[in-house]
C-alpha cells in the first residue's frame, strides 16, 4: 500500500484530518480497507479544472462526447455541396457514354437504314452534345461554348469513325 500511494501522482488534494496511526489501530480490518479504498479512489479521481476567466469547470466526458457527435453531422450546405458534386460527376461521366451509345444504335439496325437515318441520328446527337455542354459548363464555371465545342468535337469524331467503318467494313 505505502508503494502504491508513492507511484500515483496527485493533482489536487484536498486537506482532511487523517486519522492518526493509534486511531487506524483501533479500527477493525473491514473499517482499516474501506479507509483505505477510500483514499486510493480519492488519490486517483480528482477533477482536472480549466483556467478560465468565468470560472473553473471540470471536465466532463458526457459533454465532450455530445460535442463530438454534433460536430460529425454534416451541415445542409455540406450536404448539398456533396449532393452537387455526385451529380456533376456522374453527368460528367455519362456524357462520353452518351456519346458513344447513341450513335451505334443505327448500326444494329443494319441494311435496312439508310445514310439519312445516320445523319438524323448524329444530328439529335450534336443538339444533345450542345445541351450537355452549356449545362457542364454552367456547373464547373467555365465557357458555356467551349464545353459545347469540345462535347461536339467529340461527337462529329465519333461520326466520321462510324462512317469510316460503314465504308471499310461491307455489310
Given at each position: 500500500?505505502?508503494?502504491?500511494?508513492?507511484?500515483?501522482?496527485?493533482?489536487?488534494?484536498?486537506?482532511?484530518?487523517?486519522?492518526?496511526?493509534?486511531?487506524?489501530?483501533?479500527?477493525?480490518?473491514?473499517?482499516?480497507?474501506?479507509?483505505?479504498?477510500?483514499?486510493i479512489q480519492?488519490?486517483?479521481?480528482?477533477?482536472?479544472?480549466?483556467?478560465?476567466?468565468?470560472?473553473?469547470?471540470?471536465?466532463?466526458?458526457?459533454?465532450?462526447?455530445?460535442?463530438?457527435?454534433?460536430?460529425?453531422?454534416?451541415?445542409?450546405?455540406?450536404?448539398?455541396?456533396?449532393?452537387?458534386?455526385?451529380?456533376?460527376?456522374?453527368?460528367?461521366?455519362?456524357?462520353?457514354?452518351?456519346?458513344?451509345?447513341?450513335?451505334?444504335?443505327?448500326?444494329?439496325?443494319?441494311?435496312?437504314?439508310?445514310?439519312?437515318?445516320?445523319?438524323?441520328?448524329?444530328?439529335?446527337?450534336?443538339?444533345?452534345?450542345?445541351?450537355?455542354?452549356?449545362?457542364?459548363?454552367?456547373?464547373?464555371?467555365?465557357?458555356?461554348?467551349?464545353?459545347?465545342?469540345?462535347?461536339v468535337t467529340?461527337?462529329?469524331?465519333?461520326?466520321?469513325?462510324?462512317?469510316?467503318?460503314?465504308?471499310?467494313?461491307?455489310?
Amino acid at each position: 500500500m505505502i508503494d502504491l500511494k508513492n507511484e500515483m501522482a496527485i493533482f489536487e488534494e484536498e486537506k482532511e484530518e487523517k486519522p492518526n496511526s493509534k486511531e487506524k489501530n483501533g479500527l477493525n480490518n473491514d473499517e482499516k480497507e474501506i479507509l483505505e479504498d477510500q483514499e486510493i479512489q480519492k488519490a486517483m479521481v480528482t477533477p482536472i479544472k480549466l483556467n478560465n476567466n468565468n470560472n473553473n469547470k471540470k471536465i466532463s466526458l458526457k459533454g465532450n462526447l455530445k460535442k463530438k457527435k454534433k460536430n460529425n453531422h454534416k451541415s445542409i450546405i455540406e450536404q448539398s455541396e456533396r449532393f452537387a458534386t455526385i451529380i456533376a460527376s456522374s453527368v460528367d461521366g455519362g456524357a462520353p457514354v452518351l456519346g458513344s451509345i447513341l450513335p451505334l444504335i443505327p448500326f444494329f439496325f443494319g441494311d435496312s437504314l439508310s445514310i439519312f437515318h445516320f445523319l438524323v441520328a448524329y444530328g439529335v446527337l450534336i443538339a444533345i452534345l450542345i445541351y450537355l455542354g452549356v449545362f457542364l459548363g454552367k456547373i464547373s464555371g467555365g465557357g458555356h461554348a467551349k464545353y459545347a465545342i469540345h462535347l461536339v468535337t467529340a461527337g462529329i469524331t465519333t461520326l466520321l469513325v462510324s462512317l469510316l467503318l460503314q465504308l471499310v467494313i461491307p455489310t
